[in-house]
């Protein structure tokens, strides 16, 4: 058992990819692995070289990239793009797809031919969708046809409107009774992990106790597997964070300084030496008087 529970395992060295086993391993071990959300290449990079293992390509990316208000702005042809685009950025690392709203409520059919799509285009690892008891018959489609499959329970921001806007769940007896029937029943339906999100710490205890299967909370306590956020709201990046993923580091501020200094030196004329030259000419002679506009001397011939 890891005596330090939040002490993540890294990504294995390159060639070797984090894999379900992998993860599977970690909950074996009684290891608790971190994930991030990414929606980047180039974030994704180095979240691979700072040793994450999951990355989550969520449709957060709705409001931390297009700046809408909710995550049901997320459209399924930019989610493929971004996912792919993250898979490339960190070929070694876990990566997850989530289905964004649209793409798999109206038809079966139509759901598995989406989620093949974050297989193939989107080079996802696994796809993740909101789901509760309803979902059970297209979840076992989903497996049957070998998608890997995490079910997202507790809140689900998807049915927002439909409740309301956005709340903690599981927090009566009855709702968590509702919510570990829906764990089972969607292990017993073929997904490979779940995805808690804004329970109470008995809900998610209850859950791993119930089931086999790796457990990442977002916002559900210390019971679980895993541990996600968005990244943005860790980076000091967002202006208000939600209390389990206060920010540990101000990189907004850090972005505005440099964005100030970038404009002081722009200003200062302080670029630095140009980097272009034309060929077979003098530079010196090339380069217009600083102090003279009007003054141009003829390049030799």
Known sequence: MNEHPFESKPVPPTGHGTTLQTLRRFVRDGDTFACLTCYDATTARWLQRAGVPLLLVGDTAAEMILGEPGTIHAPLEFMLLLTAAVKRGAPNTFIMGDMPFGSYQCDDAEAIRNAGRFLTEGRADAVKLEVDDRFIPLVEKLARAGVPVVAHLGSRPQAAKQEG?????????????????????????????????????????????????????????????????????????????????????ELGDTLMDAAREWMRRVSSDELGEHPYRMKGVDSEKSTPAKQDPDVRESAPS
């Open 165 to 249: 806007g956005y709340r903690a769940a599981g927090r009566t007896q009855d709702a968590l009774q509702r919510i570990v029937r829906d764990a089972i029943a969607m292990e017993k339906a073929g997904a490979v992990m779940l995805l808690l999100e804004a329970v109470p710490n008995e809900v998610a205890q209850a859950v791993v106790d119930s089931t086999s299967i790796p457990v990442i909370g977002c916002g559900a306590g210390t019971a679980c597997h895993g541990q996600i956020v968005v990244t943005q709201d860790i980076l000091g990046l967002t202006d208000w964070q939600p209390a389990f993923a206060r920010p540990i580091c």
